[in-house]
């Protein structure tokens, strides 16, 4: 029985591990919830046949820009096509955002990486996102090849 009763102050260690056990369940939840309620939005087929048509433009003008543009100024090309300037994430993955009025449907983010084999090739992938509720409806991925070196005028 000596070894039951706790003289050393060990009150708040434990209060400190029931509120640290409760906010951990509290958060749990609120990503379970979060993460479902945005599964389950759902689109007509008018919206994503929209969004596909979208996210195809989008593709057939950086694949135009490609043509005109060495890879060196890969950056420039897609920021003439309506794109502000690129944000660096991990794995030089290059993310640009559209440029977008107030009354636009779509949020559109390009993603541009390099091909793994070739140097003159990236990886390019338009996502269309719904503006209201910011769920992704459609996602297409292409290879653009840029010119080898620039144009001598």
Do not use: C
Not at 9 to 34: D, E, Q, R, W
Not at 69 to 92: D, M, V
Not at 99 to 116: F, G, T
């Amino acid at each position: 029985m000596k070894y039951l009763s706790n003289q050393r102050g060990g009150k708040p260690l434990i209060i400190t591990v029931i509120t640290l056990v409760i906010i951990s369940l509290i958060s749990a939840v609120a990503i379970v919830y979060f993460t479902i309620k945005d599964q389950n939005i759902e689109f007509s087929e008018e919206e994503i046949a929209e969004a596909t048509k979208v996210a195809e433009s989008e593709l057939d003008k950086a694949y135009a820009v490609a043509k005109e543009y060495p890879f060196e100024k890969r950056f420039e090309a897609i920021q003439s096509i309506g794109y502000r300037e690129p944000k660096e994430g991990e794995y030089a993955i290059f993310t640009f955002e559209k440029e977008y009025d107030e009354d636009d449907e779509y949020y559109v983010i390009l993603k541009m990486k390099p091909h793994a084999q070739f140097e003159n090739l990236s990886v390019v992938t338009v996502a269309i996102f719904d503006k209201k509720n910011g769920a992704l409806i459609v996602e297409k991925q292409n290879v653009l090849k840029w010119e080898k070196q620039e144009n001598q005028s």
